[in-house]
């Protein structure tokens, strides 16, 4: 069940124009703000499943400054077993988060919120610390943020999947997942 924060925070999120329609595919500037939103938003995660999780990272487009981004925060959340990894769903779903599934090698399990129906402020991906995920999770985003040449490479890929899919978000993250693995080949070889 939501509580009056919760609510505060989301309707933050939409006035900082955070969120976006499922399906649909929006890029926007980095807003520095999304920072405060992750912020906020672990520290609830925390407060549900901070005994179960080993970290809680900010990760995705929206953690990489000056990256344009779809203004969905992604959070990945570590735990140490698979049977971790359902308490911690089990924990968030019964704070009033959207059991989005197991998506096995392609995020985890997912775990989202939604600002309004259909509506998805946020994704969160939680896996064992020992999946390769979550290397990767962490690989990409600081490869992103040290290395400009790379994220505008990335910013430029994106802007051109966003105008060919912008009702079709799969196939905007498929058009991606080349990219994403020729630079984790190179960064965690």
């Known amino acids: 069940m939501k509580n009056k924060s919760t609510e505060a925070a989301i309707k933050q999120t939409v006035g900082i124009g955070t969120g976006l329609k499922q399906g649909s595919v929006r890029l926007v500037k980095y807003k520095s703000e999304w920072n405060d939103i992750f912020q906020s938003e672990a520290d ?26 779809k203004p969905i925060i992604d959070i990945a959340i570590a735990v140490e077993s698979r049977k971790d990894m359902f308490l911690v769903v089990e924990r968030l779903l019964n704070a009033g988060y ?40 962490l690989a990409f985003r600081d490869c992103l943020r040290r290395d400009k040449d790379i994220r505008n490479k990335y910013a430029h890929l994106k802007k051109t999947l966003a105008k060919r899919f912008p009702q079709d978000r799969k196939s905007y993250t498929e058009g991606k997942a080349e990219f994403i693995k020729c630079i984790l080949s190179r960064i965690t070889a």
């Open 44 to 69: 609830r995660i925390r407060a549900c499943v901070g005994d179960i999780t080993t970290q809680i990272e900010h990760v995705g487009s929206t953690s990489v400054p000056g990256l344009i981004a």
């Open 98 to 137: 959207i059991d989005g599934g197991d998506q096995g090698g392609d995020g985890g399990y997912l775990v989202e919120r939604d600002s309004s129906p259909g509506v998805r402020v946020l994704h969160i991906h939680i896996v064992e610390k020992t999946d390769v995920q979550w290397r990767n999770y």
